[in-house]
Each structure stands twice: as structure tokens, then as C-alpha cells.
């Protein structure tokens, strides 16, 4: 394998195996028209890899830069590889391979503000798209309102040149934009909260106003916000991937990207000043992205909060082990048959049933692995739209919540920070320090755990914890999974 040492590039693509897919057009000629903000895995799974098809059916000024918010692995990785990397679908059948060339730059915010906001104020730049995860919008998840408090949005309304978040990149940018003027950019989200689009725009028009009344009225006027729904299951790429590609290549690719046949992007078609042929490549472009959304963040993401933390307790490692748990399936199948799925309102030609079968296909693919742990993070942030606005649809018709109220019990036991085995579990969450307080005061008892965790208003809001109908099935849940265990609660579900 002398191969290896020579490095995936644009020198190297005429020589990679003939069934390997490659970028159709001429990447020294795409100028810059998206900037990306949370550049990792999934948008290069997911957003890029349609740029990178549309490019290849109508060539347009649509070239990514991406920007890492945090870390510079990314950036690190595809330098060397002028920005392009390799894909691998992978299921039962094997894998397809293809390299994905709409990523032109990789920057890293912490390490040069001014760039980013220099890619982000080019008058080339039509679209800013964004996968900075539930806890990257700085927010109250169960309101949706901005958190004044934290502490990096403090920071980039005192240092508006210096921003941290992505909030403080968009709005100086819009303002540079505004003073020069140039056409503002169409902001997309494309991460996994409700109306992420109209979330995104309230909090774009209050932290504009926190710096001008004025300056905020003109972002609510004049920046377009469109709803998104995106899916597609991206686990971690490992050293092992690294190897199995860099044999399938021929060269070596720092950072590929490992994923599931299934893709989806549903998108509000509201773009003033322009958008990649995106229509053209299975991206479905729809006045009301509501419904589909509020279909995969209860049914998929639902599934997969409820799944990963029961999952972890129960000891298996990733979702396909989990999955082929009878319990385990059984318990999401209700979920979604049950529970989840009367809550929806779908749109004519919908087809929900295909929908939950493709969902339990997913979750069982052999080749993917998913860690429970990985889809366990950021609970907090998740809870609310994954399972508890679900819980509020239900109580409100006066219908049970039994598989909801396990899923939030399992996160409670979860969040506890030991596992069955008195084995500490690595909780990463933007809370982890309240949630460490809350369990070390309960001190293993479930129901002073319970209250504690309820007492999160950020999280359940006021009427859940006031809510006998919500906190009862929760409770009992919660003293099951400590007293007999996940893998016998889930035996019995």
C-alpha cells in the first residue's frame, strides 16, 4: 500500500477507480456563493453533496467556503486536499463512492474573525447556510427566545467585530453588507428545531436590535429566513474508515464522510437573490416545510433521542445493536404507531407508513455505526422538540404519554451521569454542570432526581412540571429504569 502516503487532491482524481464518482465541472472557475457556517461531517454529507450535484447539472457562482465555528480538524484535513473529501454510502449491498468538489476553503472563526466576515460581506455571496446544532442558536429551546445571558452573546454585542457565535457572524455581516450596499444573503438553517427558519429569524431581529432598533427593524425586513427539513444519518467518521477508504481510493483522504443511501432536503423556496439548482437534484422545494419537519424531528429524531438513551443504558453501543433489541423495537414502533404519528398533520400524498418502515430500515443498517452516545449529547436542547412538544399535542387531546414519558425517564437516568454499572457516563451538554448538581443532590434517588430535572424551565417549560398527567408517567418510569434496569424495562414494553 505505497499509495497511502499520497494525499486525495485535484492531481489525484483522474487516477482514482473508474466507479468512483468526481466533480463534472471546472472547480477553478466556481466563484464563492454560500458560506457555511458548521462545517463538519453532516453538511459534508448532506448540503454539499446536493451543491455538488446541482453544480454538475447547471453550473452557477455557488461554490461553498466553509467556516468552522470551533475546532480546526476540518479545516486541518481538507486543506492539504484543496477543500475536496470523499463520501461512502454504505449498507447491507457495500458502498458507493464518490469526491465532492463544491467545497472551495476552509476557515476557522477562533483563529481569524476578520476572514470570515470578509467571505461573508463578498458580493458573490448569496446564501449562508447553517448545521451549528441545537445549542449553536443561543437560545431558550422551550421558548425559542434568545439567551441574553449567555455569555458569547454578551461578548459579540460588546465586540461586534469579534464575533464567537453565529448569531454575532451574521449579524455583523449583514450590517457591513447593509453599509455598502450590498444585497443582504438569504440565511438558511438547516439544523433540527422547529420553524428553524422563523426561529432563526426572531433571533437574528432581537440581536440586531440589542445593538440598533432600527438596524433590527431593517434585518426583519429585508433578510429572508427560509424553513428547512434535512435528514440523512452521518455517525463520526474512525481511524478504520480512514483505512477502509484509503484502500478503495488509492490515496489517502483525511476526513471522509460516511453515510446511509437515504437522503432528504426539504426547503421554503424563498430566495430573493438566488439559489443553486437545487429542484433539480431531489431537493423538494415547497411553500410549507412544517409539516415534514414536525414528521421527522417526532418520528426520526423523536425515535432516535428515546432509542439512544435507553440504547446506552441497556449497554448496546449503536443504534443498529439497539435496534435489533425485540423490546427495543417494539418500543419505537409504538412510539411512532401510537404515539408520535396521530399528533402529525401531513400533507396530501404523504405517505407516513412508508415513511416509519424506511425510519426502522434505517436504524437496522449493519453497515453504519451510529453510537448511542453520539446521539445522546446536548439532551437538553434536544428534549424539547424531539419528545416534549409531542407529550403537549397528546395531553392537550387528554391521550397517554407512556413511550413519551420512558424516553424523557431514560435521558433523566441518563443525565444522572452513571450508568447501570456504576460506570461514570461522559454527558456532554451545554447544562452538564446544573445537571451534575441536580444528580449528585438526589443522590440516586429517582424521585428527588425527577424533581430536580423538572425544575429545568429552559427545558420543560412551566405547564409540563405542573402536570400530574406529565410528571406521574415519567416518574414511574424513571424508578423502573432504576430499580429493574433499561434491558428489563425494555423486555416488558
Given at each position: 500500500m505505497h499509495h497511502s502516503t499520497m494525499r486525495l487532491s485535484p492531481a489525484a482524481l483522474p487516477n482514482l477507480p473508474t466507479t468512483v464518482q468526481r466533480p463534472g465541472y471546472d472547480r477553478a472557475a466556481l466563484e464563492p456563493g454560500i458560506v457555511h457556517l458548521g462545517l463538519g461531517a453532516f453538511h459534508r454529507a448532506h448540503q454539499a453533496v446536493y451543491t455538488d450535484e446541482a453544480l454538475n447539472r447547471a453550473f452557477g457562482p455557488w461554490g461553498i467556503i466553509g467556516v468552522s465555528l470551533r475546532s480546526p480538524d476540518t479545516r486541518d484535513a481538507l486543506a492539504p486536499q484543496d477543500g475536496l473529501y470523499s463520501v461512502a454510502i454504505r449498507d447491507a449491498d457495500g458502498q458507493t463512492l464518490r469526491v465532492v468538489g463544491s467545497v472551495l476553503e476552509g476557515l476557522v472563526a477562533p483563529e481569524d474573525p476578520a476572514a470570515v466576515l470578509d467571505r461573508l460581506t463578498r458580493p458573490s455571496v448569496r446564501i449562508v447556510t447553517l448545521t451549528v446544532t441545537e445549542k449553536g442558536y443561543c437560545h431558550d429551546p422551550a421558548t425559542g427566545a434568545l439567551n441574553e445571558a449567555h455569555p458569547d452573546i454578551v461578548h459579540d454585542l460588546a465586540n461586534p467585530q469579534q464575533p464567537r457565535t453565529a448569531l454575532g457572524f451574521l449579524v455583523e455581516a449583514l450590517a457591513r453588507r447593509r453599509a455598502a450596499g450590498l444585497v443582504p444573503f438569504t440565511v438558511l438553517s438547516c439544523d433540527n428545531l422547529p420553524s428553524n427558519g422563523d426561529t432563526l429569524a426572531g433571533l437574528l431581529r432581537r440581536f440586531a436590535s440589542l445593538r440598533d432598533p432600527a438596524f433590527g427593524a431593517w434585518v426583519a425586513e429585508a433578510v429572508a429566513c427560509p424553513n428547512s427539513m434535512v435528514d440523512r444519518i452521518v455517525p463520526a467518521t474512525t481511524d478504520d474508515d480512514r483505512a477502509r477508504m484509503a484502500a478503495a481510493l488509492g490515496v489517502a483522504d483525511a476526513w471522509p464522510v460516511m453515510?446511509?443511501?437515504?437522503?432528504?432536503?426539504?426547503?421554503?423556496?424563498?430566495?430573493?437573490?438566488?439559489?443553486?439548482?437545487?429542484?433539480?437534484?431531489?431537493?423538494e422545494m415547497v411553500a410549507d416545510v412544517h409539516p415534514y419537519e414536525t414528521m421527522k424531528l417526532r418520528l426520526l429524531n423523536g425515535s432516535h433521542s428515546t432509542l439512544a438513551y435507553l440504547g446506552y443504558l441497556a449497554g448496546y453501543e449503536t443504534v443498529a445493536e439497539a435496534i435489533a433489541d425485540p423490546g427495543m423495537a417494539r418500543l419505537i414502533r409504538g412510539l411512532m404507531d401510537e404515539e408520535a404519528g396521530p399528533t402529525l398533520h401531513l400533507p396530501p400524498g404523504a405517505d407516513l407508513d412508508g415513511y416509519k418502515a424506511a425510519l426502522l430500515e434505517r436504524f437496522r443498517n449493519p453497515a453504519l455505526r451510529h453510537r448511542t452516545w453520539q446521539i445522546a449529547m446536548d439532551g437538553t436542547q434536544k428534549l424539547p422538540q424531539r419528545l416534549l412538544g409531542t407529550a403537549r399535542d397528546r395531553l392537550a387531546a387528554g391521550l397517554t404519554i407512556d413511550r413519551l414519558a420512558l424516553g424523557v425517564a431514560a435521558w433523566m437516568r441518563y443525565a444522572a451521569g452513571?450508568?447501570?454499572?456504576?460506570?461514570?457516563i461522559d454527558v456532554r451538554d451545554p447544562m452538564a454542570d446544573q445537571l451534575a448538581a441536580i444528580a449528585a443532590k438526589a443522590g440516586g434517588d429517582p424521585d428527588r432526581l425527577a424533581d430536580g430535572l423538572l425544575g429545568l424551565t429552559a427545558v420543560f417549560g412551566t405547564d409540563l412540571p405542573a402536570d400530574p398527567r406529565f410528571t406521574d408517567p415519567v416518574r414511574a418510569a424513571l424508578r423502573r429504569l432504576f430499580i429493574e434496569g433499561a434491558r428489563a424495562v425494555l423486555t416488558a414494553a
Open positions: 453515510t446511509e443511501r437515504f437522503t432528504q432536503w426539504v426547503v421554503e423556496d424563498r430566495f430573493p437573490v438566488g439559489r443553486p439548482a437545487w429542484d433539480t437534484v431531489g431537493v452513571v450508568d447501570e454499572r456504576g460506570q461514570a
